[in-house]
Every structure is written in structure tokens, then in C-alpha cells.
């Protein structure tokens, strides 16, 4: 059994940071895409950034935070950080780590090729 908790999240000003962080537990094999999405009220879920967890590490964003945002894994491909800088107004949602196999090894920002989720975690700017 799958379960992913998410961390970091909270209110920042205008053009703060946040670092927000997920961690996998139980059987994590061929679940080799680690995703962050988001949602804000009224809007549709968007896929933030994914990485491929193991050697080399390949990462896709969403072109709305391109060159703000960072995703990381941690070498035991248990862990995802998603470091966000120069927040803006538009950023505020509700965050969601997943967790899914990856297609001819690579990731996608679709929410649909992703099995397990966290419950979310606040991000307010």
C-alpha cells in the first residue's frame, strides 16, 4: 500500500519562498514518476513539475513556473522537494504530491498517468 504525505506549506508574501516536501511509504516499484499539481478553487488541477526518480533524475515543469520552481528527489527516490521561489498571487493552491509509473521512462504532468496521491498541503501567497 501506496501513501504519500505531503509538507511545507503555508503563507508567504509576494515574491517569498516556500519548500515543500513528500515522502512515500510502502512498495514504490515501477512508481518511478514523482509529481507535484496544484489546484485553486474554481480551477482545474495543473501539473506543476515531475521527476524521474533514479539515476539522472530528468524533470518537466509547467511553463507558469518555469525558472522559479526546482524539483528534487532524494537518493533513496522516497522523498520529492519542490522549492519554490519568487511566489506570486497566482501560485496560491492546494498542493498535491503523486506518484506513478513513468511511459518509455519518462514523466508527464498529467494527472491522469498518476496512481497514488497525497492529501494536499496549502499554499497561500
Known amino acids: 500500500h501506496v501513501q504519500l504525505v505531503e509538507s511545507g506549506g503555508g503563507s508567504v508574501q509576494a515574491g517569498g519562498s516556500l519548500r515543500l516536501s513528500c515522502t512515500t511509504s510502502?512498495?514504490?516499484?515501477?512508481?518511478?514518476?514523482m509529481a507535484w499539481f496544484r489546484q485553486a478553487p474554481g480551477e482545474e488541477r495543473e501539473g506543476v513539475a515531475a521527476v524521474t526518480v533514479g539515476s539522472g533524475g530528468a524533470t518537466v515543469y509547467a511553463d507558469s513556473v518555469k525558472g522559479r520552481f526546482a524539483i528534487s528527489q532524494d537518493n533513496a527516490g522516497r522523498t520529492a522537494d519542490l522549492q519554490m521561489n519568487l511566489l506570486k498571487p497566482g501560485d496560491t493552491a492546494n498542493y498535491y504530491c503523486a506518484r506513478g509509473p513513468s511511459w518509455g521512462g519518462t514523466c508527464f504532468l498529467d494527472g491522469v498517468r498518476f496512481e497514488y496521491w497525497g492529501h494536499g498541503t496549502q499554499v497561500t501567497v
Open positions: 510502502g512498495n514504490i516499484f515501477s512508481l518511478n514518476c
